[in-house]
């Protein structure tokens, strides 16, 4: 049965960077619970996180019970019976409209937890500076409903709202960030000046654990920024930099045959079901052949997965043709396009093979469906200790069950 294994080894990794940026940086570091949300894994984030930051009711519900901490909320738009019940645990509640403000202002401004100043407002400001390169990832794309159009913004903060929010990045460097700011404040400096401003929340897409990320660079900047806006506090939420090189999925060759002009391998998981930003995005996953741990077993220093068991060794697979075993990769749905990428193999592939695909915490796990009614992979830990937990196995009754 296909399965994804998180380290948590690797998760802590993550988490300890993050506190280092928090502490160095004078900022609080949120975790965006639309990437990464598996429960049982949560704890090991916790002690390392200021708190979360939720899409909606549902996330905040998840946030406020297993992570605590600061809790903060944007969503393109509320409904009144979600803003009761978020009124209820938020810290901060950014909107997305000038309309949406306007029309909950006065309950939000007047709620006993507002009064006492344990709740706060904001506005999410699209600062229409794109640094990105994929669209679809893009809240400056032209056209974006996301973050308010300066050119509508007012002079000056609207009473009740005490917060500036942006999110444009995307896995992206520290000097996105910078330029990003830059081309905010020309635009908006004077709300940033506001007497008013107690927060400014500059969203996620920061790839701070990605190999190569200036940390130090985005210290300093942090550092300047508190020093230029005293007094207001400064958030960042990334989503992916807690949980990316933390999973992977492993998966079973269920057939191996020649069709089209193609040697085909099929999966018992499916690309349109479990990894959809790789046909979203789309993205190439590496992908390694998993055997026993031999006598010729791969020495340390070649690319490994992010997470390895015990007793196996990992050979990842190169590009199409660079070995004679050369297979296009494909899901078990019925999806024609369902397919992982064409990949060449050390060796020919046979049914029953083990493949691992890389780096699938982040944004994956979240986004699984039982479309076809593809069996669903389980969910396991790897703890530091070198123990494989189950954490989730999913049955027909889950598949059922979602379906009304
Ligand atoms: C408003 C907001 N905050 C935070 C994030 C987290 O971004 P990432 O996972 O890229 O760090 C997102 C991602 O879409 C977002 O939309």
Redesign the pocket.
Known sequence: MAEFIISQEALRRNAELLQRVACAGGVHVLL?L??FATTRCLSVLRPYAAGC?A?GLYEALLGAREMGGHLAV?SPAYETEDLVQLEGIANHIDFNSLEQWERFAERCVSHPRAQKGEMQFGL?VNPAFSTGRTPL?D?CRPGSRLGIDMALLPGKLPSGISGL?I?T???QGAQDLIDTFRAFEEKCGILLQDPSLRYLNL????WITQEGYEVEKLIEFLRRLRRRYRGVEIYL?????WSIHTGVLRAKVLDVFESMGFRHAILDISASAHTPDVLEMPYRPDVFLTEKAGENSPFSGVPQPAVCLPGESYYRAGQAGETDFTYRVGGVSCLAGDVFGNYSFRRELVVGDILTLDDMA??TIVKTTHFNGVKHPGISLLTSNGRLTSLRCFGFEDFQNRLG
Not at 203 to 206: R, Y
Not at 237 to 241: I, K, L, N, V
Request: aromatic fraction near 12%; charged fraction near 20%; proline fraction near 8%.
């Open positions: 965006a639309k990437a930051c899409s944007y999410r990832y809240p929010h999110h990045l995307c896995e969203g996620g897409g920061h939420e990334p989503g992916e930099a982040h944004y």
